[in-house]
Structure formats: C-alpha cells, structure tokens
C-alpha cells in the first residue's frame, strides 16, 4: 500500500511525526508514509484483512500472473497547490504511479485514473490537471485506460483528490527490491536532489521565497530500462520522495540489514537548493524529490550501469554517492565535509524550517 | 552562498584543528552557548575531529530546550481556542507540554501554523480580522528584535486582533548562572556570535571578570567555530581570561544600536524559569506594560496550569553541561526524537537529539536497534 | 539559537512606512524586514534571521578573517611552535580583527 496525500507536501499545516499509538482517530501522521503509515497498515488494515491480505506490502506488489510477474502499483495524490513551479498534480499523479511501478523493474504498461473531484471546482483547473496527466502519460509511453469520477460537496474534499493505479511487466530474471542490498553495492543517485521539495516549499504560504527551482517530476521507467539494458544487476531502485535520501536510504539499510556509508561531498545538491535549505535551515538529504531515484549495484556492475545512466535524458547527472557496508546495519552515515562522521537518521516527518 | 560557504573550507579547517592541536597541551572543558553552535559541531563531526584533551560541554542555548514548561502549557491552551490562530517557528511544534504538544492540538483541531518570520503572523491577522492570532515569541536576543518589531507594527497599525506569547531569555545570565553552579565543569565560553550581533560585547567582560574564564565571541560555520575554540584554548594555555570577539565581520563591539532601542522600547526584564534549569533572576524579557494589550498572557487570561516533567526526565543537567545525553539512561529508550520526554531531545540543536541523531554509532544504548518494518510505503 | 544568514540587497523600498528590502541569497531571494539597519542600501550585505536584517556583514572584515586563516596554515609550516605562532598573530593582528581585552 502506498503512502497517500501526505507524502506530497502539505500546504496546510506539517505532518505529525509523533506517535499515537492510541488515538482512536486518524491524525495526519497517518498519511506520511513513515512509521505511522507502517503501523496503521500493520495494526488496523492487515489484521482486518484477514486471508486476502498479502504478507508483504511495499510500493508495488509483484504478482505471478500465468507465468509473467506483473507488477501492480497505486497512489493517491492531494497535492496543494495544484500548480507548482515545474508541474502540477497532474504530473505528480502518473510520474508517480509509474516510478513506483518501474522501482520494481517493471515497465509500465497502463494507468487508471480516478478522480475525487469537490463541487464548485473550475472546470478550467480540472482541465489543466488532466492535460498534464495527457502529457505524462504520453511521455512515459503508458496509456490511461480506465477511470472513475466522483463529486462531492462544497467543503467536503480539497478541490482535486486524484488516485492512478498501474500495472507494468517485469522482465524474466529481474529480482529488484528493497531487500536485495549487500555489502559492497555502490549507491548511486540519478542526479540532483532536493530540487522538487524546495519547489514546492518555494511557494508555500509563509515561506514564499523566490528561486528559479523548478521540480523535476519525471517518468523513470526509460532510464531503468536503460540501466537494466547494460546487463548488469541491480539490486535495489527506489524513487526518494517524501522524507528525501535519507528516508529511502535508511528504509532500504533496515530492509537488508545493510549499513550504509554517505560521502556528503559527493551529494549532487545544486546551489540553489543548498541556497534555499541554508535559508531556512534545512538538510538536502531530507529534502523530497521526484524524477530522481537512488540504486544499490553491486561494484563489478556500478560503472557500466552508471555509464547508461548519464547517456539517458534522466540520468544525466547520476553520480556514485556512497557505498552498503556489512558494519551498523540499518544504520546510516555519512562523511562530512570535514571528515568527521555523523548518523543520518530516518527523518520523522516534513523537515520544519528552524530559527536555531 | 557567498560569505558562508567559505568559513566551511576543509583545508583550512584542517590547518585550525592541527592548531588546535598542537596548542593544547591539557584538558579543557568549553562551553558553546549557543544551540546552532552545537547543532554546528555535531553536524559537521568537529567534536570527533578536536583532540581529545578539548571536551565541547554543550550550553543551554537552546530556546526551544529552555523555554519554560508553563510557558508551553500556556501555548497549547490558547492554541486549542477556538478562533484562534496560533502560528510559531516550526522548531516549537514538538516541544512536549505537560501532555500535550502543538502538533497534537493541531490533530486534535486547532489551527496552528508554522511561519518564517513574526511578520508572516502579523500579516495573517491583518487577512483574518475575525480571528485572533497569537504568535509565539520565543527565542535569545537575536530573534527579540523580530519580534518586537512586530508588536510595535502592530501597535502602530493598530492590528487589534494580533497578540504575542513572549518567553525571552538572556545569555549572559545564562553564563553566570552556569559559573554559580558547585559542579560547573566549564573553563571556558564560546558566546552566541548572532546574539552578541544584536547586543555588542558590553556584557561579557564582567562576567570574564567575576569568573576569570576566557569568552570569545564565535560564529556557526566550522571554521569560525574552530577559531572560536582556538582562541579559547589559547587563553587557557596562557593563563590568560579575556574577551575575544572571532567573528568580527558581524558583531561590531556596540551590536546594532536601533534593535537595542526598540528592545529597551518594547520589552522589560524579567526573572525567568528557564525549563530544566530553574529559576535564573533577571533572565529574560516581557512584554513591556505600555504593550500590554498585545500580550497574549493578558488577552487569553491563561491562568491555573498545572505542569508535570517527566520524571526520569534529565534534560536539566544535560542543559547544564553535567552529564552527556548518553549518559541519562533514559536515552535511545524510553527517550527518543519520536518519543521525546524533554526538549532536549525535541529541537535538532537540543543537545540530547543532536546526540541521538549523529552520535548512535558512538554511544548505542544497550539494546540494539530494532529492526525497521518491512517498507510498506513510500 | 540564531539560523541568521548572509545576503546581498538587491533593491530598497517603504511599504506601510516600513524599510523592506529584496534580499539575494546566492539565487534564492526573499523580502526582508530592514528597519533595523536604517541606511541600508542596494549592494549591501546584510545577515538575516526571521525575515530581519539584525546586522551588516563587513566584507573587508570577512576577507581578512579568511586571510588570517590562509595565512595560518603557512605560518603553521614555518613556525609550528603555537606559543611563537600567536606573538607572531600579535603583531600581525590589527586592532579591529584582533583581540578586545577587557
């Protein structure tokens, strides 16, 4: 089960990062995609379940379908605002669902589009989104093949909720998940992080600042394509949303029962995404991202499979960051600037901007 | 960023702490009071690269540690009003109170909301003239001055519906309060080089006096902490108590003049119960009575809270520089950013989460790290 | 405390009788609060904390500091010993960079 709205950032207030193990009611931390997600689908939605529950649950599920493994993805998005600098919902909504389809090595064949769409809501708007969804749709090669839509009252609902569920095919051989990591696999990033959080944050209400930062939201299932071309293994893909590098990275380390070994001056941050987190106080390693994903390649591959990287549209900037280590699994670390080292921990929730 | 990046310089960093090195020839235990100081030093790894005779004891400069638990209780009261719009720094929002938290009042309805600067909230009552805004005005002298300003704003503006929490606290009683303690460990201050941006220099050469330890005036880039650090243990090496300023290109010896006067203007010196510490006479600011119609103390009328610290709860001494937050036995346990019993383990300069954040490696609890569950999510 | 960083003024004006500046921070611009730095001017470098300029940046005071740690690694080599290293820095130092005793 995927993360919901909130692993997009949330314009009216922050996620909640606490635990409330016993609220009886949903709170915002529900929706974050961390440890609160993992608990809700752990005690409430399994259990209930029952039988018909698989016993894994990650960004996609990997099915055998007669023979063929089909991968089979969804996600919700309620994004505010429904326009950013570099795209839109829209985009977010099938760059979204494809990314987690093509994490698992699938390529993505078809989307199903369902909106949730609140009365009184411009018709132009609606307009926007879905020529977007058009448009990225096409660029990935995928098609929107089914769909569904709702209205519901004035008040009820935020303007736009859309959800798009895919399903893709996995090639024979391919084995790709967040449990394949081992010691020695390099860590390699697509390109440059950071950019889509700041985008976004760059028009949040109270925080406006201008930047020429526009999100990367993009189709990756090209550059996987590419990656898995070169005949090399990949271990692991994952796209680093909400919650950044360190989130993914700490989430795969926990998952494989890898350590893992940063070198931050190697990190790809560009300097008006460093500009902008020194402004408020922010670490690009938990900055969220879109259009960029992180793979664990074993050494004897990580030159050929980065090579096929940067001759890709997406890929161009890809970089080796950091490598797994069989020391402090789960944990990860990363080589400061000065040489010293320091944890990089799960973060909790959106990164808060500081005055200390 | 131009005059940022770099006093981050690593080769000039390196030439600093060979300095560093080859000065100190016995132990000494320094004090930085600031808490992006500390957040700095963890960040950048500086306490594992000093040598080993140079102990970095982590001050109380940390706003959100410090401000006091009633303070916080009050906040969460008049945040869960309704009509109200209570807007803040995001560092305050985990801060726990007595049983709650602003995240929680937000969960549970109120309308909370993080800003950038006072002036964001100031403009939110201006925008919502049928709802009362109240911002919380924590913070050191650096953030007094935003904050005053906009209550002055305000008056000027005659922007009825807005209204200010202050809980202020002052450094140098901070200093003096550490130095009066029986079981102070510190020879040596690196003082808050924001603060004293604001304020000057004035103040500490009485406390360089009382006490005789040295004082320099430190910045927050790497470098600029390592020569505050040098400098130090230069003094003491020496023998010598005086104060240095090392970070000149922003702290002129008088500070900034028209922020001193409207602080002189808009606020009024209190004693204050700093959280963890207690009561330090003199220690901090209140809205002064010619504002007293801005003061949310007076507006919402918060009275009869009743406040409860955890009990095994030890962020005082670690504010305190007596114990290292590993040393709590609580910590990584019972205590952890995601369940944190004190503010020290709350703000990511807090002393106890910069800890927990960059030093697990170091100082691991007894019981291993649990393993995370499956992902089951992005 | 005191996230307060370093920007350049890009342009000055009075809004609501209230000294605002755009200030540039390598790229990343937002609007500043300047009424605490009354003759601000375009060009200046200002350190800003919340939406306020608190204080001005001295850039020749900045190059000077670097150059002072320049030059310590240098000195580092011909000297080595600290105790020479600083009565060196005592002459070296002038009185605005240097040590306020008392």
Known sequence: ?356 | ?378 | MCLAVPGQVVSVEDRDHTRMAEVDFGGVRKDVCCEYIPDVASGDYVIVHVGFAIQRLDEESALNTLAEFEQMGILEEEFGDQFALAARQAGLDDPENGRTAR
């Open chain 1, 1 to 356: 089960m995927s993360g919901s709205d909130l692993e997009r950032p949330d314009f009216d207030g922050w996620v909640c990062p606490l635990p409330l193990r016993d609220s009886p009611t949903i709170v915002m931390g529900h929706g974050g995609g961390g440890a609160m997600s993992a608990e809700l689908v752990e005690h409430l939605f399994l259990p209930a379940f029952g039988a018909a529950a698989a016993p894994e649950l990650g960004d996609s599920a990997v099915l055998d379908v007669g023979g063929a493994q089909l991968a089979f993805s969804t996600d919700s998005y309620v994004v505010r605002p429904m326009f950013f600098p570099g795209g839109s919902i829209g985009d977010l909504a099938v760059n979204g669902t494809v990314n987690d389809l093509a994490m698992s090595g699938a390529q993505p064949v078809a989307l199903s589009t369902a909106f949730i769409l609140e009365e009184g809501t411009a018709l132009a708007d609606i307009g926007r989104v879905a020529e977007a969804m058009g448009r990225a749709a096409s660029v990935a090669g995928v098609r929107l093949v089914t769909g569904d839509t709702k209205v519901v009252d004035a008040g009820h609902g935020d303007r736009v909720y859309v959800n798009t569920a895919g399903v893709g095919v996995i090639p024979d051989g391919v084995r790709i998940g967040p449990t394949q990591a081992r010691p020695g696999d390099v860590v390699i990033v697509s390109g440059d992080v950071g950019v889509h959080g700041i985008a976004v944050m760059s028009c949040r209400e109270g925080l406006e600042f201008g930047t020429e930062v526009e999100s990367d939201s993009a189709p990756l299932n090209g550059l996987v394509a590419a990656m898995l071309a070169t005949g090399g293994q990949v271990h692991v893909l994952r796209d680093p949303t909400r919650g950044g590098l360190a989130a993914t990275l700490n989430e795969i380390a926990g998952s494989s029962r890898v350590g893992v070994e940063l070198v931050e001056r190697d990190l790809p941050v560009p300097q008006p995404v460093a500009d902008a987190c020194g402004l408020l106080g922010l670490d690009p390693l938990f900055v969220a991202n879109e259009g960029k994903l992180v793979a664990f390649v074993p050494p004897e591959d990580a030159d050929g499979v980065l090579a096929a990287m940067r001759a890709h549209e997406h890929g161009k900037g890809a970089v080796a960051v950091g490598r797994c280590v069989a020391e402090h699994p789960g944990i990860v670390v990363t080589k400061t600037g000065l040489g010293g080292t320091r944890v990089v921990d799960l973060p909790l929730g959106e990164q808060l901007p500081r005055i200390c």
């Open chain 2, 1 to 378: 960023m131009k005059y940022l990046d770099e006093f981050s310089n690593p080769d000039l960093a390196r030439h600093l702490l060979d300095q560093i090195r080859s000065a100190a020839t016995r132990p000494w235990a320094i004090m930085e009071v600031c808490g992006g100081q500390t957040h700095s030093i963890i960040r950048h790894g500086i306490d594992q690269l000093l040598p080993d005779a140079v102990e970095m004891i982590h001050g109380p400069g940390c706003p959100v540690c410090v401000t006091p638990l009633e303070i916080i209780d009050k906040a969460l009261e008049v945040a869960a009003r309704p009509g109200v719009i209570f807007c803040s720094f995001g560092d305050m929002l985990r801060v726990p109170g007595s049983s709650s938290d602003l995240f929680r009042v937000k969960s549970a309805g109120g309308d909370v909301r993080v800003v950038y600067s006072p002036l964001d909230a100031l403009n939110l009552a201006r925008a919502n003239p049928d709802r009362q805004v109240v911002f919380f005005g924590i913070g050191f002298e650096t953030t007094a001055p935003a904050n005053a300003m906009t209550v002055y704003q305000a008056q000027r503006l005659g922007i009825d519906n807005f209204s200010l929490l202050v809980s202020h606290v002052l450094v140098p009683p901070a200093i003096a309060a550490i130095m009066e303690s029986p079981t102070c460990r510190v020879q040596g201050f690196l003082a808050a080089g924001h603060v004293c941006s604001v304020m000057g220099t004035a103040e500490y050469p009485p406390l360089v006096d009382r006490y005789g330890v040295p004082i320099v005036v430190t910045g927050f880039e790497p470098l600029d902490i390592l020569e505050g650090i040098r400098r130090t243990v230069l003094q003491l090496e020496q023998g010598r108590a005086e104060l240095e300023n090392a970070y000149p290109r922003v702290v002129p010896p008088d500070g900034n003049p028209a922020a001193k006067a409207m602080l002189a203007d808009v606020f009024a010196v209190t004693d204050r119960a700093w959280r963890g510490i207690g009561m330090i006479p003199a220690s901090g600011w209140r809205l002064a009575d010619k504002y007293r119609d801005y003061d949310a103390e007076v507006r919402f009328d918060v009275g009869g809270i009743r406040t409860e610290e955890s009990s095994i709860c030890r962020s005082g001494e670690v504010l305190q520089g007596l114990i290292k937050p590993h040393e709590c036995a609580a910590f990584g346990k019972e205590c952890t950013p995601r369940n944190p019993l004190g503010a020290t383990m709350v703000s990511s300069e807090g002393a106890c989460a910069a800890y927990y954040l960059y030093r697990r490696l170091e100082h691991a609890p007894a019981a291993e790290r649990a393993p995370e569950p499956a992902s089951v999510g992005r």
